[in-house]
Structure formats: structure tokens, C-alpha cells
């Protein structure tokens, strides 16, 4: 089994797993870097995963699914391509062999959910969609921050060696946010270099691991005394909710 990010748009990844033969995608916002992957590639694409309502990862699915006869699976209650089979919490996904349970993580949108595997080439592996990003999180445009946060702790509850396949490349600028929320966090400034060289060669600095965003990303590390810290210092925020919807209010603006 293999794991390829696709670019597409400015910094979108629409991730890609194939066995030699056989492929599923998610979230394909584009269906041109697809087709000519499959292509190059020699594979059948058997299924679509999709994670939210956006353009950025539905607008290729129409086509996939003409080119390819692929099967759509996607959140129940948003309004993707259709025909698709609706899922959310608790439901598996049968893909290319492979297992993958649905979780429900409202915030960036109302309807948002995020596909599990627990065994995927010996580690777990999560599609998070727009939910978590290497160092951030998604902006609030459907939820609330009670329901951003909850969504956040069901991922930092999966396992640390969870491969994490966020779908944009918005890492470096994250991680500067993030520097200025804990300037003192060292694990964190030794990523971001090693992210920077990561880009300085155009690589992807994705997947991530949860155990590595546990230990730099701001967003999972709200309830930490040095960021809610720094969060008091800028506002009174009353509890933790308060603290999360600050810290991403900064974010907004920064
Ligand atoms: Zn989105
Ligand atoms: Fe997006």
C-alpha cells in the first residue's frame, strides 16, 4: 500500500493510497492532478472519501466519478456531488481493503467528519480534512469553538504514531503563529526548521503525527500553562472554551 499527497490549487494535498493497482482519494477538489496520477500510475480509482462541503475538496469528484465510475462516500449531513453514501460517527468505510471509521468534527464546517484507519502499513493513519493542520487548525466558519475544541481532543486522543494527512500545505505559516504563542516551546522551534528545509526542497512537510502535533500545535495545547498564559495575557478569557476561541480569534488576525 502506498500514501502519495497530490498538489493541487495554491496548497491544497488531495491524498492518494493505491496497492499497484487499485486507488482511493479524498477530498479531490480537482480532478485533473488525479486523472494524471492514475494515469502515470497505471491505477483504477474504486473510491472517493470526502471530508467537507468545500470546493477546494469536492469540485473534482463530478468528473472522477464520470472518468472512473468511483464510489463517493462523504458526510451525511453536508451537501456534496451526490450519488454518495452519507456517513458519520461510528460508521466504517470499507475501501480498497482497508477499514476506516467515521468521526464526526464539526467547527470548520457544521457537518465535517474525519476518516480513521487504525492499521494502514503498520501505524494509523487519519484524514482530517480542513479539521487539524500541522501546527493549526481550521477557521470557524460553520461551528463554534466548544465544537472546534471537542473536535480537536477526539484527535489528540488517537494514537501518537497516528500518520496525520491534513489536506493544505499551510504548515510554515502556522508554525510562526505558533512561535509566537509559546516562545519558549523548543520542540517546536526544532520543528520549524526542519519544516523550512522541507520546503526549501519543495517538499510536502505532511503527513504529520498526532504525538508531533501534540507537542507543537498550539490548537491541541490550549489547556497548557504556557498558552493559556499567553492567552491571558492578551484577554480575560474565563475558562476553556474562552481560552480556545481566543487563541483562534488571534490566529484570524495574525
Ligand atoms: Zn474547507
Ligand atoms: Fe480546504
Redesign the pocket.
Known sequence: MHLIPIPAFAD?YIWLIHDGQDALVVDP?DAQPVLDTLQSLGLQLKNILVTHH?A??VGGVALLRERTQAQVTGPAGEDIPQPATGVGAGDQVQALGLNFSVMDVPGHTAGHIAFYCEAFEGAPLLFC??TLFSGGCGRLFEGTPAQMLHSLDQFAALPGNTRVCC??EYTLSNLRFARAVEPGNEALAHYQSQCEALRAQGQPTLPSTISTELAINPFLRSRQASVVQAMQAREAAADEVAVFAALRGWKNVF
Open positions: 491544497n477538489g468545500h477546494d475538496h480534512g480542513d489536506t493544505h
